[in-house]
């Protein structure tokens, strides 16, 4: 969750860029809909450190998102300098062992809600993604970032561990060992080592984050959208329990989609067609 780079000064503020400007009334999280895709934008300057307001809307952000029948995918996207820099330590320093307590399952909440959008997910990462930005990436499906990109989790150098899902969703992602090392050590990894290590899908100009992240996921507006749901229940569900149990869930919810519209028409469009010709209409 840290806040590591907030001092430095090859961070600037993103603010100034698109896809939002920032709002002088304390809204740094906003969700704009465009063609089918909903950008989740955040716009704190100067780092997008995620106070407990951004944590808080994050989460009512999430929801919508995931509520909105003319969103098919989401892009969460911090901006042309920086993804998000972390925590913010200076409230976070000020806050007692009960104050956590109570702030953290608040913390793990929001990212969950993101991680929970039954809807294809992409990070667009520019600059920075430390401690709470890199587990906000990690919320995400897929992940895309710059040549200019530097991720890692340096909460050890503060004397704490990441605590909005660093331990176990990137665990879950490169593998225990791997994770142990960013973690024991709090470096920072660019955007070569992060592609080798299957940390980000894909490594792009810095200038073409945003088109990149678009263009991964607008391949899914249009589609089947409650077998994508399933699937992707079916898959983040299944890594959290034995084999037999995801098999079951997978037969679950594999037999569920024989109740919908969608798997009508695609069934009988491959018939007559043949393969990619059926249109769907998310029912």
Known sequence: MADTAASDPAASDPAASDP?????????????????????????????????AM???????????????????????GGEKVFAAGADI??????????MVHRSGLLQASFTALARVPKPTVAAITGYALGGGLELALSCDFRVCGENAKVGQPEILLGIIPGAGGTQRLARLVGPARAKD?????RFVD????????????V??????????????????????????????????????????????????????FATDD?????????????????????
Do not use: C
């Not at 944590?55 to 029948?69: C, I, N, S, T």
């Not at 299944?238 to 098999?247: K, M, S």
């Open 191 to 202: 955007a070569a080592e992060a592609l080798a290590i299957g940390l980000v899908d894909r």
């Open 55 to 77: 944590q808080d809307q994050l989460r009512e952000v999430a929801l919508e998102a995931g509520e909105r029948d003319d969103v098919a995918a989401v892009v969460v996207y």
């Open 90 to 99: 200076k409230q976070m320093q000020a806050m007692s062992y009960a104050d």
């Open 182 to 186: 960013l973690i024991f050590s709090g």
């Open 263 to 283: 798997r009508a028409s695609g069934m009988a469009s491959f018939v007559e067609h043949g393969p990619g010709k059926a249109r769907f209409t998310g029912r």
């Open 204 to 257: 792009v100009p810095a200038d073409q984050v945003l088109a990149a992240a678009l263009e991964l996921v607008g391949r899914y507006v249009g589609g089947p959208a409650l077998a994508l749901r399933a699937a992707k229940e079916a898959i983040d569900r299944g890594l959290d329990v034995d084999l037999e149990t995801g098999l079951q869930l997978e037969r679950l919810q594999f037999a569920g989609l």
């Open 20 to 52: 939002a400007a920032s709002d002088p009334a304390g809204r740094w999280v906003a969700l704009q809909v465009a063609d089918g895709i909903g950008t989740i934008a955040l716009t704190r300057p100067p780092m997008n450190a995620l106070d407990a």
